[in-house]
């Protein structure tokens, strides 16, 4: 119920759910749909080849999409969202990568397309160490990271994520080919792209 977006405004994975949530992440079946995920999008992403122009693009978000947060959210027993202790979490830049996902990166960088990274962390203070996570993680040689400026503190991922596609396509002239985020807020708004892929994520729901 809540991967489906079924079960509404929660803040914590009910406590039945724990030791389910815990199994599906750490006893490879999380690990196999992201497979699948990485695996269809590779196949989408063969067919459509990238101009010689520079201009042809994917998106990333980075929580749970590039960068895992599995060890924080275990320890917590996956409870509510707490600010201050994921900027302390984040700012250690030790998360390590979804599985397979840099892999994916480096096929599509390899075949000619950017590849931007959007995140809704905060520039200000987890800018720098989501960087050097990000390259220890794999994922060096990304187009730009993008980040929530301070204009942007206290606005929905969906509003904030929709402007910085919009700067993306209207002011920069990139085609999206394709959209890549664990929530469905990152892959809902204007200017998504040519298609959506959503890697699973049952620890928690970002509206």
């Known amino acids: 119920m809540v991967e489906a ?23 490879g079946q999380y690990t196999r749909d992201v497979a699948g995920v990485t695996d269809q999008i590779a196949a989408y ?30 320890a917590k027993q996956f409870g509510a969202y707490d600010p201050v202790a994921f900027k302390n979490w984040a700012s250690k830049a030790i998360c390590p990568g979804v599985p397979g996902m840099a892999q994916l ?18 520039e200000q203070t987890l800018g720098s160490s989501t960087a050097t996570n990000l390259v220890a993680a794999g994922f ?35 085609r999206i ?9 990152d892959l809902q708004g204007d200017f998504l792209g040519d298609r959506v892929f959503k890697v699973p994520n049952p620890m928690y729901f970002v509206p």
Do not use: H
């Open 5 to 27: 977006n079924n079960a509404k405004n929660w803040r914590t994975v009910p406590p039945p759910c724990v030791g389910y949530v815990w199994r599906y992440m750490a006893w």
């Open 45 to 74: 992403a063969s067919q459509v080849p990238a101009g010689d122009d520079g201009l042809d693009a994917w998106v990333f978000d980075v929580d749970d999409t590039s960068l895992s947060n599995l060890f924080y959210y275990q």
């Open 105 to 122: 990166f480096q096929t599509l960088k390899g075949r000619g397309f950017r590849v931007f990274i959007l995140s809704g962390r905060d």
């Open 140 to 174: 060096a040689g990304y187009d730009r990271l993008i980040m929530r400026r301070a204009e942007y503190r206290g606005v929905s991922s969906v509003v904030f994520k929709s402007a910085m596609r919009r700067q993306l396509v209207e002011e920069e002239g990139y």
């Open 177 to 185: 080919r394709g959209n890549v985020g664990d929530q469905w807020s």
